[in-house]
């Protein structure tokens, strides 16, 4: 019988009161039931997301780790954690848990595993991509109506996309004219 796996210390990337982030250990437990421990390799910059925590962390004071997209490989896995398993290729998403560290404990719900073929560093956008279509979905959104996207980031242009393969007519708004060429190119 293998024993359960000891905690393990690992740098994070955290809002400390400061505008700008620090890097700090921390340490990740063994996982729990229905929790996956990560060897993290990339994490996704949401220069908006982080921005905004940073500004409320250094207005607050509050300290807390940053991020919410990862992607990596299974190290340990905790009891109830169906179709994962130690070397699993996977992604993660959860504000407070898919955190910008080399280790992440994280519940499996919010992982999915990465198809044979990608590259890790393509798979954690997919994050961002689940975003997008979830959007899409709530909106309730049928063929033939239109849509206004302000701001044509990362997530903007990937709701315009998605909201384009719906059948809508898309119209995409943002003050930066290189991501208005950047949007006008991907259709």
């Given at each position: 019988m293998t024993p359960p796996p000891a905690a393990l210390t690992t740098r994070e990337l955290v809002a400390a009161g400061g505008a700008l982030p620090v890097v700090r250990e921390a340490v990740r437990p063994a996982p729990g039931p229905g929790e996956l421990r990560l060897h993290t390799r990339w994490t996704m910059i949401s220069p908006g997301t982080e921005l905004h925590y940073l500004d409320r962390s250094a207005r607050t004071?509050?300290?807390?780790?940053?991020?919410?997209?990862?992607?990596?490989?299974v190290e340990s896995t905790g009891p109830g954690t169906p179709g994962f398993a130690p070397g699993d290729r996977v992604i993660a998403m959860g504000w407070g848990e898919a955190v910008h560290a080399d280790v992440i404990t994280v519940?499996?719900?919010?992982?999915?595993p990465v198809p044979a073929g990608t590259d890790l560093a393509d798979a954690v956008v997919?994050?961002?991509?689940?975003?997008?279509?979830?959007a899409v979905d709530r909106a309730g959104l049928a063929p033939q109506d239109?849509?206004?996207?302000?701001?044509?980031?990362?997530v903007g242009l990937l709701v315009a996309q998605t909201a384009a393969a719906h059948g809508c007519r898309v119209f995409v708004r943002d003050l930066r004219q290189d991501r208005l060429a950047t949007a006008e190119a991907l259709g």
């Open positions: 004071g509050e300290h807390f780790p940053l991020g919410y997209c990862a992607a990596g490989t519940p499996h719900l919010l992982c999915r997919a994050n961002l991509a689940a975003t997008a279509v979830h239109e849509v206004a996207v302000v701001g044509a980031g990362m």
